[in-house]
Nanobody, 119 residues
Framework: QVQLVESGGGLVQTGGSLRLSCAAS????????MGWFRQAPGKEREFVGH????????SYADSVKGRFTISRDNAKNTVDLQMNSLEPEDTAVYYC????????????WGQGTQVTVSS
């Protein structure tokens, strides 16, 4: 059974940084893409970015490009989201998700972690 567990959320001031981590277990993820999504109050869940587990190729939403960086640690089986220059608009619950490389469906989701950016 695949499990994704996020950690690292919290409260930070505008301009600050946070690092989220997603611990992945239950299978080998070499053929998977690991993604980060977020959902702000009253808004739909939106894509933040993803990383291909094997190639480490990344992709980001325009709203976070240049501020957020996704990386993965093979030894720890974690995927991290480094968030810099945070803005109040980044306030949301952040979710880790995974899908098979050739699929467009995100099959597995974590429970989410709250990030709040104060102005």
């Amino acid at each position: 059974q695949v499990q994704l567990v996020e950690s690292g959320g919290g409260l930070v001031q505008t301009g600050g940084s946070l690092r989220l981590s997603c611990a992945a277990s239950g299978r080998t993820f070499s053929n998977y893409v690991m993604g980060w999504f977020r959902q702000a109050p009253g808004k739909e869940r939106e894509f933040v970015g993803h990383i291909a587990w094997s190639s480490r190729s990344t992709s980001y939403a325009d709203s976070v490009k240049g501020r957020f960086t996704i990386s993965r640690d093979n030894a720890k089986n974690t995927v991290d989201l480094q968030m810099n220059s945070l803005e109040p608009e980044d306030t949301a619950v952040y979710y880790c998700a995974s899908r098979i490389v050739l699929s467009r469906t995100w099959n597995y989701w974590g429970q989410g972690t709250q990030v709040t950016v104060s102005s």
